[in-house]
């Protein structure tokens, strides 16, 4: 363990503060050299650290260092990533101790690739079962999850559907998930489950559990009654590869560290090969730092820190995906999967906010799912303080239960063979592991005491729209508008029963107030016959029988 000398443990904050301060100016002036591509053509090490954190106000110390902070820390300590020795020096002088977890993690990955070799060739000997639902021996590219999903799609039609983003990446690559539930295809008002990965590039793992769900749901549906009844009475929306461009230059080892987006200049696409250029490791925006739910501090304003928060919320393609996506889906349950720390981890994010009004609720859940992979579950805060993450927006614009799973203990892309542990379970949880606090998550979705149901009658083939306009306010007080909407036909029998989330949002029961949805009865060419204002409570329901949509229909 490294111990700073007696005189470093005096130096003022306030120098580590300028120091800190001093390269995000000079970066935004002038463009210094990359201090990570200068720790590489120097050959300096990059290591993984455990740095002592003794109290709340150490790691918010560390935080202001613009470090690589590796998302996993624990009673008194925080890890991170140190490129060579301008980040050790940084570290002496503002008076920190660590420990190294990993001397040379260039030497690990490729310590990792043997092994995920070794691996593969004794699976296909035989001498080791490929017990993944998939049979995957080997971390995937981005080409092996299209054509997975695509794969997917095309063997169970009546199951899974395929879909396409919103928007193209930064480099122009389309973002494509996998929609399954029992009759794909139909407008049914079933509530939805949506779990997303690789968030951050370097975080493999997060997108191999994604998508591993999906081939697990419909290999045993009709096999396992647990997933037989979900797929019944839910939908489950996968997107494992959230962030294509970053992923691709970490899988293809362009840059294995590499963690944000490929947003090279605020405003402006990178050109043709300018991500991968070594000069331009460290910039980008931080995907899981860009939601508009509390946007700002708890994320950094510098380019090139490793959580840089963007030039404004929702100011990349890819987070506004997701939002999209959320938006026009009944989400009432959410898993974003990351590497690591072994964490269940729930709102609120920052310190200084209250409990949500759905702790109770929201800590039974998260841990219970704790209860089944072994993690700790937790408030996001006690990992370190963090704003604009994709819960910071989906639990309070919508008010459905959004968690961060923090996979694995020490390594943002271990052994491809952990990644069968981490969904099985291993040791105390062998046979359970993710795999089991998944399923859970999944049967939450379809309970009505954690969401809300609207029931009624109307015309069959009516569509029926739920929408509300709002605004989300960031940190700063800047008010950004957001609309849910979703829609559902009404089927051949002339009733229906949707499964939506409650009508007011968290962040306004906080406040003792109420709100509504406006439901619209419509013909299939858009025009409103009926309009209501709708308000339902976290596990109400309210009848809407639309008798007027019914006479004009």
């Known amino acids: 363990m490294f111990r700073p000398n007696r005189w470093t443990r005096i130096i003022p904050l306030a120098l580590a503060a300028v120091l800190a301060v001093g390269a995000v100016n000079q970066v935004q002036a002038s463009a210094p050299p990359d201090r990570k591509a200068v720790a590489a053509e120097s050959g300096e090490l990059i290591q993984l650290l455990r740095v002592d954190t003794a109290t709340q106000a150490d790691r918010k110390r560390l935080a202001t260092l613009d470090l690589d902070l590796a998302e996993s820390s624990g009673p008194g300590y925080t890890d991170l990533v140190a490129y060579g020795n301008s980040d050790l020096r940084l570290l002496r002088l503002a008076g920190f101790s660590w420990s190294v977890i990993e001397g040379d993690l260039v030497g690990a990955d490729r310590e990792r690739e043997k092994a995920d070799a070794e691996y593969a060739r004794a699976v296909a000997a035989k001498k080791v079962a490929a ?315 379809i309970n009505p005491a954690r969401h809300s149901v609207i029931t009624g009658s109307g015309p069959a083939g009516a569509v029926l729209r739920l929408k509300k306009s709002f605004t989300t306010k960031t940190w700063n007080g800047t008010q950004l508008p957001d609309v849910l909407e979703t829609t559902m036909v009404v089927p051949s029998g002339g009733t229906y029963t949707w499964h939506t989330n409650p009508s007011t949002r968290p962040i306004v029961v906080q406040a003792g107030g109420t709100e509504s949805w406006m439901l619209t009865c419509e013909r299939p060419d858009g025009q409103v016959l009926e309009s209501r204002a709708i308000t339902v409570a976290r596990g109400g329901s309210v009848t809407a029988d639309l008798v007027g949509c019914k006479a004009a229909f």
């Open 131 to 445: 017990t993944l639902p998939s049979g995957r021996t080997a971390y995937r590219q981005l080409a092996d999850y299209n054509n997975d999903l695509a794969s997917l799609a095309q063997q169970y039609p009546t199951k899974a559907k395929l879909f396409t983003l919103k928007e193209s990446s930064l480099e122009n690559r389309t973002i494509r998930g996998l929609e399954i539930s029992r009759n794909v295809s139909t407008s049914d008002g079933k509530p939805v489950f949506l779990m997303i990965g690789l968030h951050h590039a370097r975080e493999w793992p997060s997108g191999e559990l994604t998508i591993e769900f999906a081939y697990d749901l419909l290999k045993n549906d009709g096999v396992d009654s647990r997933i037989t009844s979900i797929l019944d009475k839910s939908r489950v929306v996968v997107v494992p590869v959230v962030n294509p461009d970053g992923f691709t230059l970490s899988r293809t080892l362009g840059y294995e560290l590499k963690r944000k987006n490929c947003r090279i200049v605020n405003g402006q696409l990178p050109t043709s090969g300018q991500c991968a250029q070594s000069s331009n490791q460290s910039r980008g925006v931080d995907l899981n730092r860009n939601y508009s739910g509390f946007w700002g501090p708890g994320a950094s304003s510098s380019l090139t820190s490793e959580t840089y928060r963007g030039a404004s919320a929702f100011s990349e393609p890819e987070s506004r995906n997701i939002q999209a996506l959320v938006s026009q889906h009944q989400v009432t349950t959410l898993i974003t999967n990351h590497t690591y720390s072994n964490l269940v981890l729930r709102e609120p994010g920052y310190a200084g906010a209250p409990k949500t009004p759905d702790e109770t609720i929201y800590k039974a859940l998260g841990d219970q799912m704790a209860a089944q992979n072994g993690y700790r579950s937790q408030y996001s805060y006690q990992l370190y303080d963090t704003t604009g993450v994709t819960e910071d927006w989906s639990y309070y614009a919508t008010g459905g239960l959004g968690f961060t799973f923090e996979h694995g203990a020490n390594s943002f892309h271990p052994a491809f063979s952990n990644v069968v542990n981490y969904y099985y379970g291993s040791g105390s949880t062998a046979g359970k592991g993710n795999r089991a606090a998944y399923l859970l998550a999944a049967e939450s979705t």
